[in-house]
Protein backbone atom coordinates (compact mmCIF):
# COMPACT_ATOMS: atom_id res chain seq x y z
CA UNK A 1 0.00 0.00 0.00
CA UNK A 2 1.60 3.19 -0.87
CA UNK A 3 1.36 6.20 1.39
CA UNK A 4 2.31 9.73 1.09
CA UNK A 5 3.52 11.63 3.77
CA UNK A 6 3.87 15.74 3.66
CA UNK A 7 5.67 17.93 5.80
CA UNK A 8 6.83 21.29 6.12
CA UNK A 9 5.32 24.61 7.65
CA UNK A 10 2.63 25.99 7.63
CA UNK A 11 3.00 29.84 7.40
CA UNK A 12 5.54 31.48 4.75
CA UNK A 13 6.54 34.92 4.97
CA UNK A 14 5.98 36.87 1.41
CA UNK A 15 8.74 37.11 -0.62
CA UNK A 16 10.54 34.02 0.73
CA UNK A 17 10.64 30.65 -0.42
CA UNK A 18 7.71 28.19 0.24
CA UNK A 19 9.23 24.30 0.84
CA UNK A 20 7.35 20.80 1.18
CA UNK A 21 8.46 17.48 1.76
CA UNK A 22 6.53 14.43 0.37
CA UNK A 23 7.80 10.70 1.96
CA UNK A 24 7.05 7.71 0.17
CA UNK A 25 6.30 4.27 1.79
CA UNK A 26 5.51 1.07 -0.57
CA UNK A 27 6.95 2.34 -3.92
CA UNK A 28 9.94 4.14 -4.91
CA UNK A 29 10.88 7.78 -6.29
CA UNK A 30 12.97 6.28 -8.77
CA UNK A 31 10.29 3.83 -9.84
CA UNK A 32 10.16 3.85 -13.88
CA UNK A 33 6.32 2.97 -14.08
CA UNK A 34 5.69 6.25 -11.42
CA UNK A 35 5.55 9.98 -11.58
CA UNK A 36 5.51 12.46 -8.74
CA UNK A 37 3.38 15.36 -8.52
CA UNK A 38 2.67 18.43 -6.61
CA UNK A 39 -1.06 19.79 -6.58
CA UNK A 40 -2.82 22.92 -4.75
CA UNK A 41 -5.89 23.85 -3.89
CA UNK A 42 -7.82 26.99 -3.32
CA UNK A 43 -11.71 27.98 -3.16
CA UNK A 44 -10.83 30.74 -5.94
CA UNK A 45 -8.79 28.55 -8.14
CA UNK A 46 -9.92 25.11 -7.10
CA UNK A 47 -7.55 22.33 -8.03
CA UNK A 48 -4.33 23.69 -9.66
CA UNK A 49 -1.42 21.11 -11.03
CA UNK A 50 2.02 22.61 -10.30
CA UNK A 51 4.28 19.71 -11.56
CA UNK A 52 6.20 16.36 -11.83
CA UNK A 53 8.75 14.36 -11.92
CA UNK A 54 9.94 11.27 -12.97
CA UNK A 55 12.66 8.63 -13.50
CA UNK A 56 12.93 6.97 -17.06
CA UNK A 57 16.64 6.13 -17.33
CA UNK A 58 17.28 10.23 -16.51
CA UNK A 59 15.37 12.80 -14.46
CA UNK A 60 12.74 14.28 -15.87
CA UNK A 61 10.55 17.49 -14.83
CA UNK A 62 7.07 19.35 -16.00
CA UNK A 63 6.05 22.43 -14.39
CA UNK A 64 3.10 24.20 -14.66
CA UNK A 65 3.21 27.33 -17.16
CA UNK A 66 1.77 29.82 -14.28
CA UNK A 67 4.69 29.27 -11.43
CA UNK A 68 7.73 28.01 -14.15
CA UNK A 69 9.83 30.74 -13.38
CA UNK A 70 9.21 30.03 -9.77
CA UNK A 71 9.16 26.57 -8.79
CA UNK A 72 11.80 23.77 -8.12
CA UNK A 73 10.44 19.49 -7.78
CA UNK A 74 13.42 17.53 -6.38
CA UNK A 75 13.76 14.09 -5.99
CA UNK A 76 15.60 12.68 -3.03
CA UNK A 77 16.75 9.07 -3.40
CA UNK A 78 18.43 8.60 -0.31
CA UNK A 79 15.27 9.55 2.16
CA UNK A 80 12.81 8.55 -0.77
CA UNK A 81 11.02 11.44 -0.98
CA UNK A 82 10.52 14.24 -3.09
CA UNK A 83 10.18 17.85 -2.53
CA UNK A 84 8.60 21.47 -3.49
CA UNK A 85 10.15 24.18 -3.41
CA UNK A 86 8.54 27.67 -4.77
CA UNK A 87 10.33 30.97 -4.65
CA UNK A 88 8.99 34.01 -3.75
CA UNK A 89 5.83 33.87 -2.76
CA UNK A 90 2.73 36.00 -2.57
CA UNK A 91 -0.60 35.80 -0.49
CA UNK A 92 -1.88 34.05 -3.74
CA UNK A 93 0.15 31.20 -3.32
CA UNK A 94 -2.15 30.36 0.10
CA UNK A 95 -3.42 27.54 -0.41
CA UNK A 96 -3.45 23.02 0.44
CA UNK A 97 -0.88 21.94 -0.96
CA UNK A 98 -0.92 18.17 -1.74
CA UNK A 99 1.55 15.57 -3.48
CA UNK A 100 0.59 12.48 -5.27
CA UNK A 101 1.67 9.83 -7.56
CA UNK A 102 0.40 9.15 -11.10
CA UNK A 103 0.77 4.79 -10.92
CA UNK A 104 0.19 2.43 -13.85
CA UNK A 105 -3.46 3.15 -14.28
CA UNK A 106 -2.10 6.75 -15.61
CA UNK A 107 -4.13 8.02 -12.59
CA UNK A 108 -3.12 10.25 -9.53
CA UNK A 109 -4.37 7.03 -7.54
CA UNK A 110 -2.50 8.26 -4.32
CA UNK A 111 -2.59 11.84 -2.61
CA UNK A 112 -0.27 12.89 0.51
CA UNK A 113 -3.05 14.11 3.31
CA UNK A 114 -2.36 17.98 2.41
CA UNK A 115 -1.07 20.74 3.98
CA UNK A 116 -2.26 24.27 4.41
CA UNK A 117 0.13 26.80 3.59
CA UNK A 118 -0.46 30.29 4.44
CA UNK A 119 1.69 33.48 3.15
CA UNK A 120 1.22 36.11 5.98
CA UNK A 121 3.53 38.69 7.51
CA UNK B 1 -11.72 29.63 -13.93
CA UNK B 2 -10.84 25.56 -14.43
CA UNK B 3 -9.95 24.20 -17.92
CA UNK B 4 -12.88 21.20 -17.40
CA UNK B 5 -16.55 22.62 -16.68
CA UNK B 6 -18.60 20.93 -14.14
CA UNK B 7 -22.13 22.30 -12.37
CA UNK B 8 -21.48 23.52 -8.89
CA UNK B 9 -23.87 21.35 -7.60
CA UNK B 10 -26.36 18.42 -7.80
CA UNK B 11 -28.54 16.78 -5.64
CA UNK B 12 -30.71 13.80 -5.28
CA UNK B 13 -32.65 11.62 -2.53
CA UNK B 14 -31.45 8.61 -0.97
CA UNK B 15 -31.58 5.44 -3.58
CA UNK B 16 -32.00 7.93 -6.87
CA UNK B 17 -29.42 7.93 -9.27
CA UNK B 18 -27.79 10.94 -10.26
CA UNK B 19 -25.06 12.21 -12.43
CA UNK B 20 -22.05 15.05 -12.77
CA UNK B 21 -20.98 16.26 -16.22
CA UNK B 22 -17.56 17.50 -17.53
CA UNK B 23 -16.87 19.05 -20.44
CA UNK B 24 -13.78 19.55 -21.68
CA UNK B 25 -11.64 20.17 -25.06
CA UNK B 26 -9.90 17.90 -27.93
CA UNK B 27 -6.35 19.04 -25.72
CA UNK B 28 -7.72 17.46 -22.52
CA UNK B 29 -10.49 14.89 -22.21
CA UNK B 30 -10.58 14.38 -26.65
CA UNK B 31 -7.51 12.98 -26.70
CA UNK B 32 -6.30 11.54 -22.82
CA UNK B 33 -8.73 9.58 -20.15
CA UNK B 34 -10.53 10.92 -17.34
CA UNK B 35 -10.55 10.58 -13.95
CA UNK B 36 -13.05 11.39 -11.02
CA UNK B 37 -12.27 12.58 -7.52
CA UNK B 38 -14.60 12.30 -4.25
CA UNK B 39 -13.30 15.07 -2.08
CA UNK B 40 -14.80 14.90 1.84
CA UNK B 41 -14.05 18.06 3.60
CA UNK B 42 -10.71 17.95 5.11
CA UNK B 43 -9.35 15.31 3.05
CA UNK B 44 -7.61 14.45 0.13
CA UNK B 45 -9.23 14.04 -3.29
CA UNK B 46 -9.43 10.46 -3.18
CA UNK B 47 -9.65 8.18 -6.72
CA UNK B 48 -12.79 6.65 -7.86
CA UNK B 49 -12.94 6.38 -11.50
CA UNK B 50 -9.35 6.47 -14.04
CA UNK B 51 -9.53 5.80 -17.55
CA UNK B 52 -12.77 7.36 -18.25
CA UNK B 53 -14.84 4.24 -16.48
CA UNK B 54 -12.54 1.78 -14.73
CA UNK B 55 -13.01 1.51 -10.26
CA UNK B 56 -9.86 1.37 -8.13
CA UNK B 57 -10.68 -1.39 -5.86
CA UNK B 58 -12.90 -1.26 -2.84
CA UNK B 59 -14.80 1.98 -5.30
CA UNK B 60 -18.26 0.45 -4.89
CA UNK B 61 -20.24 -0.54 -8.30
CA UNK B 62 -23.08 2.60 -8.05
CA UNK B 63 -20.12 4.42 -8.91
CA UNK B 64 -19.60 4.45 -12.97
CA UNK B 65 -17.91 6.43 -15.49
CA UNK B 66 -18.20 7.35 -19.43
CA UNK B 67 -16.71 9.11 -21.71
CA UNK B 68 -17.98 11.09 -25.44
CA UNK B 69 -16.09 13.18 -27.58
CA UNK B 70 -14.69 16.18 -25.47
CA UNK B 71 -17.15 15.01 -22.33
CA UNK B 72 -17.44 12.88 -19.74
CA UNK B 73 -19.73 11.96 -16.99
CA UNK B 74 -19.67 10.28 -13.60
CA UNK B 75 -23.01 8.36 -12.81
CA UNK B 76 -23.79 7.38 -8.98
CA UNK B 77 -27.05 4.94 -8.57
CA UNK B 78 -28.71 4.12 -5.21
CA UNK B 79 -27.47 7.40 -3.61
CA UNK B 80 -26.39 7.23 -0.25
CA UNK B 81 -25.84 9.99 2.24
CA UNK B 82 -21.99 8.91 2.41
CA UNK B 83 -21.84 9.61 -1.61
CA UNK B 84 -22.45 13.40 -0.05
CA UNK B 85 -18.81 15.21 -0.95
CA UNK B 86 -17.28 16.96 -3.54
CA UNK B 87 -16.24 15.12 -7.27
CA UNK B 88 -13.90 16.61 -9.51
CA UNK B 89 -13.18 15.24 -13.08
CA UNK B 90 -9.43 15.40 -14.32
CA UNK B 91 -7.59 15.20 -17.42
CA UNK B 92 -3.89 15.19 -19.12
CA UNK B 93 -3.60 18.16 -21.48
CA UNK B 94 -1.74 17.68 -23.98
CA UNK B 95 -1.20 21.36 -24.78
CA UNK B 96 -0.86 22.75 -21.67
CA UNK B 97 1.34 19.84 -21.00
CA UNK B 98 -0.28 18.89 -17.37
CA UNK B 99 -2.88 17.66 -15.33
CA UNK B 100 -6.21 20.27 -15.70
CA UNK B 101 -9.70 19.66 -13.64
CA UNK B 102 -12.73 20.78 -13.22
CA UNK B 103 -13.96 23.40 -10.89
CA UNK B 104 -16.01 20.85 -8.86
CA UNK B 105 -19.63 19.44 -8.23
CA UNK B 106 -20.77 19.82 -4.69
CA UNK B 107 -23.65 16.74 -4.29
CA UNK B 108 -25.80 17.07 -1.63
CA UNK B 109 -28.04 13.76 -0.43
CA UNK B 110 -31.28 15.06 0.35
Known amino acids: QVQLQQSGPGLVKPSQTLSLTCAIS??????????WHWIRQTPSRGLEWLGRTYYRSKWYYDYAVSVKSRITINPDTSENQFSLQLNSVTPEDTAIYFC???????????WGQGTLVTVSS | QSVLTQPPSASGTPGQRVSISCSGS????????VSWFQQLPGTAPKLVIYSDNQRPSGVPDRLSGSKSGTSASLAISGLQSEDEADYYCAAWDGSLKGWVFGGGTKLTVL
Open chain 1, 100 to 110: ARVGVTGALDY
Open chain 2, 26 to 33: SSNIGRDT
Open chain 1, 26 to 35: GDSVSSNRAA
